[in-house]
């Protein structure tokens, strides 16, 4: 094998584009049985995110208890009065990829942690994601795609496999503020990663861990179990249920074990609570309900995630580099390879950001995979990881204007390439790429990631899709 031919070059000297996929599984039918009217109405808006989707709107508990849906992913929607109806061991049996989501608008499990309000209600049991709605700030169509999409992401997450995940951990009991919140961090994200929701310590032990306990954990083999390692941002409260304590401190544990075996994943305490101060040398703090806070997580949520620009700071965390693109990555790491005054302080933070997976993490959320794949497993320092580092992003950068988006016949290799392809392309072609994403992914790839962060929430279908799509590429750098 040729040198070109171990790096994936073709017969043309390119190299090919492999668009990331988060959820390789795709829901393709939500069912919803309720007797809220205003849910059942939502239904219908869900086509305008997620126009991939059928939805089938029941009326009896019997054709809900027996849908049956084969081996495709399907999420089932289920009000206060319709899920105490219906038998949930019968819908999962008769569906293996299925989750099933309460939206729910009684006042005590709102604000009630799972034990709690399955001892009133022992029916919520039956439910794997609990919402809160109501008919005046949180109503049905604002959290239905959010729910549907917490179900679809929990069913990959369940099958899981060897999929590279980005997973953000949400952890709070209470149904009430997960609603207000996911709407918000779903905006964020887009589609580069996936949410998963744990509302006991003993859920999230064992999600991240695979642990319920402490003691159980065993520290030689905690790194090849659970699914920390694939969780890129923790988000949780202080004050959420432990063993048989409805309000406990479990998030102060929580955060101890996160430093402790994972110092890289980020942390938001979402929390009004005193106890959160203690914390915050080692967390950003995210007041619930305060003005102005969760524009502050969108930015901490950029700036922390590898989803926005590649900060550098120093020590004191004074911000001394905003890197848009990989190029000028590539330039800062030149500038540590040098004897520049401030050269080696550089080099000494390039070595912690190599450390807390910095590099892989902002390269996978740019779409660069493989040169992410490259330095995620290398533990190498000093003058090694530069040369690593400069050497790699190098390469990448060579192969930029080599790497087309293929799409049939069509080699899309600049802006104007892909214009022409979406005023003439069928709208059955387009469609299916917005969905997943694939044109932002080839313009993260291509170095611009401004653009690509505008067109990550346009979805939709027909000819409005296609408009949409060519405005915002067309009016690019005008």
């Known amino acids: ?67 049956e849906a084969g081996d495709e992913a399907v999420v089932f929607i289920f009000d206060d009065t319709a899920l105490p109806l219906v038998d949930t061991d019968i819908i999962r049996r008769n569906n293996p990829q299925a989750a099933i989501v309460l939206l729910t608008a009684n006042p005590y499990i709102q604000c009630s942690p799972p034990g709690p309000a399955r001892e009133r209600y022992p029916w919520t049991a039956g439910a794997d994601l609990v919402f809160s709605y109501d008919t005046t700030e949180c109503v049905p169509r604002i959290i239905i795609t959010p729910a549907v999409r917490a179900a679809e992401d929990l069913i990959n997450i369940r099958a899981s496999g060897d999929v590279r995940r980005f997973i953000f951990h949400v952890v709070d009991d209470e149904p009430r503020w997960l609603s207000q919140f996911l709407p918000v961090l779903y905006s964020i994200i887009g589609q580069r990663a996936c949410v998963m929701v744990t509302r006991t310590f003993e859920e999230t032990l064992q999600f991240l861990l695979a642990a319920e306990r402490e003691e159980d954990l065993v520290p030689k083999t905690i790194r090849s179990q659970g699914h920390a390692k694939d969780v890129i941002f923790l988000i949780t409260d202080i004050f959420f249920p432990r063993g048989d304590e409805h309000e406990a401190d479990a998030g102060g544990d929580l955060i101890r074990l996160v430093n402790q075996y994972y110092p890289r994943i980020p942390i938001v305490i979402a929390s009004k609570a005193e106890e959160a101060e203690s914390f915050r040398d080692r967390a950003f703090l995210l007041p619930k309900g305060d003005p102005g806070t969760l524009e502050d997580l969108s930015q901490h949520i950029r700036d922390f995630s590898g989803m926005g620009d590649f900060l550098i700071r120093d020590e004191s965390g004074r911000e001394l580099y905003r890197l848009k693109d990989i190029r000028e990555l590539h330039e800062v790491i030149q500038k540590a390879d040098s004897d520049e005054p401030g050269a080696s302080e550089l080099r000494a933070l390039i070595e912690t950001y190599a450390e807390k997976d910095r590099f892989s993490t902002w390269l996978y959320m740019h779409n660069y995979r493989e040169l992410a794949d490259v330095l995620r497993p290398r533990h190498s320092k000093g003058q090694e990881l530069i040369s690593l ?78 408009e949409r799509l060519v405005e915002v590429i067309g009016g690019w750098g005008r």
Do not use: C
């Open 389 to 466: 580092l400069k050497k790699n992003l190098g390469d990448q950068i060579a192969q930029l204007a080599h790497t087309p988006l293929v799409i049939g016949e069509t080699r899309i290799t600049s802006l104007e390439d892909l214009l022409a392809f979406l005023r003439t392309a069928q709208e059955e072609e387009i469609q299916p790429l917005s969905d997943k994403d694939v044109f932002s992914s080839w313009l993260d790839r291509r170095g611009y990631s401004e653009l690509a962060e505008k067109l990550r929430p346009i979805h939709g279908s027909g000819e409005e899709l296609r």
């Open 1 to 67: 094998m040729t040198d070109s031919e171990a790096q994936g070059v073709d017969r043309n000297g390119e190299f090919p584009f492999i668009p990331r996929i988060i959820n390789p599984i795709r829901t393709q039918t939500v069912v919803v049985f309720a007797a809220e009217m205003l849910i059942r109405q939502a239904a219908g808006l869900l086509l305008e995110d997620m126009p991939w989707l059928e939805t089938a709107v029941l009326s009896d508990p019997h054709s809900a208890t027996r849908y």
